[in-house]
């Protein structure tokens, strides 16, 4: 009784933990202290402990390793679904869209800012349009980054005036929200947005690393399509005046004869040439000259519509391409730009200067069908405009009425 009591179930305890121990089961052993065997399973409750927390140990440092390769993965993923956008919106869309996969978000935003206006440039977001706008909280996010740079995740569960703040007049229903910064250059000059996580009352700092991660990777991308859309920007427009060039123009012409045959709609151009600028050039210099017409460009943006495409067409000539529009309305808007054109005084070096312009107008198909037949007819009545004494709008019906007198 003895040597089973202090001996052979003592021993018989100790095999059983261990075969338990090769399955990685750990359990502890009880046997009374004081004895030879005693101290065995002391030490063996010991060893045993030491090995459980060495393998816990080992099982988180692999569930960490999984996370980052995980994380690793869906950021090569991301990579590899941007790198070969140029398109900016495309970039901003794609970021969203895995933004809400990976940590589990019911909307995502993401907006860009003008580094000197801070105004919005681009906006892309998971909500469909029937369901709400959410600018204004992109707004009043963008600016609390800008101004604190951290990271931002609050909760209406947690309380606190900043989620009202930046929640309210929203007209949605926000449980919580998180977002992080978008650096480009250096700058704060974006927000990556999401709102109401998934199955959980808040956002986590897991997601917010990887959100960082995420917003980090879709920066330089964004960086890129910027650039490329600045190049191309810049090859389409005019370095003086800022609007379409000669080139542009005749691309945007083309277009708009091929849209209005298709769709038999109306389609007017104008000519636009200045009174007299070399005698203006004469008194005030070609920076003067230069100067007035940057300020001109200004009063044809003003008197032109979003669907209008103006251009400058060479030297102190400018071409406005009117879609959708008949004679009348063509007469009337060249007849604002020259109305505003002899109200306004062009400030060169500190001095008001004024100067008038003559429009010529045609109409696709009534004047021409084709492109060198429009261009043509507009400049025949531009020429007819100078002739008869300048700052007036002449129609090509009108200048072939004079030529058959």
């Known amino acids: 009784y003895i040597y089973r009591k202090n001996i052979a179930e003592p021993l018989h305890q100790i095999v059983s933990v261990t075969q338990k ?20 399973a002391e030490n063996f409750n010991f060893m045993g402990q030491t090995f459980a927390n060495k393998i816990n140990e080992l099982k988180e440092v692999v569930h960490r390793e999984q996370d980052v390769i995980r994380t690793l993965n869906i950021l090569n993923e991301l990579n590899s679904s941007i790198i070969f956008k140029l398109n900016a919106a495309e970039v901003l869309e794609t970021i969203v869209l895995f933004s809400n996969n990976i940590i589990k978000s019911e909307i995502g935003a993401i907006l860009l800012i003008d580094k000197e206006s801070r105004q919005i440039t681009h906006f892309a977001s998971s909500l469909p349009k029937e369901r709400g706008d959410i600018t204004r909280l992109a707004n009043n996010i963008v600016y609390e980054l800008i101004n604190n740079i951290i990271p931002i995740r609050l ?37 990556l947005i999401l709102i109401n996580k998934i199955d959980a009352d808040e956002f986590t700092m897991k997601d917010e690393d990887i959100a960082l991660m995420v917003s980090f990777q879709g920066a330089i991308a964004i960086e890129k ?24 123009f005749h691309e945007d012409l083309d277009e708009e004869i091929k849209r209005a045959r298709r769709f038999n709609r109306n389609l007017a151009l104008l000519l636009i040439d200045f009174d007299y600028l070399k005698k203006f050039n004469d ?4 920076q003067g000259g230069d100067t007035a017409l940057r300020q001109f460009s200004g009063i044809i943006r003003r008197n032109s519509r979003s669907i209008d495409s103006a251009a400058r067409y060479g030297g102190d000539e400018f071409a406005v391409i009117l879609p959708e529009t008949h004679l009348e ?8 730009i020259i109305n505003e054109t002899n109200m306004h005084s062009f400030n060169i070096l500190d001095t008001k200067a004024h100067l008038t312009v003559s429009i010529g107008v045609s109409i696709f198909t009534d004047d021409a069908i084709s492109k060198e037949g429009l261009i043509k007819a507009a400049d025949d009545a531009l020429y007819l405009a100078k002739r008869t004494g300048g700052n ?3 129609t090509f019906r009108k200048y072939k009425a004079e030529a058959s007198k």
């Open 21 to 40: 121990m090769v399955q990685g089961q750990f359990e502890r052993l009880y046997v009374e202290s004081g004895t030879e065997i005693g101290t065995l």
């Open 155 to 191: 909760s209406a569960s947690s309380g606190g005036r900043k989620f009202i703040d930046i929640t309210e007049k929203t007209h949605m229903e926000i449980n919580n929200f998180m977002a992080v910064p978008v650096i480009i250059g250096g700058e704060t000059l974006g927000a």
């Open 283 to 286: 008194t005030y210099g070609h």
């Open 329 to 336: 309305g063509a007469v009337k808007t060249a007849e604002r």
């Open 392 to 394: 007036r709008a002449v």
């Open 225 to 248: 399509s910027l650039i490329h859309e600045e190049m191309v920007q810049l090859a389409k427009t005019d370095g003086l005046t800022g609007l379409n060039n000669h080139r542009t």
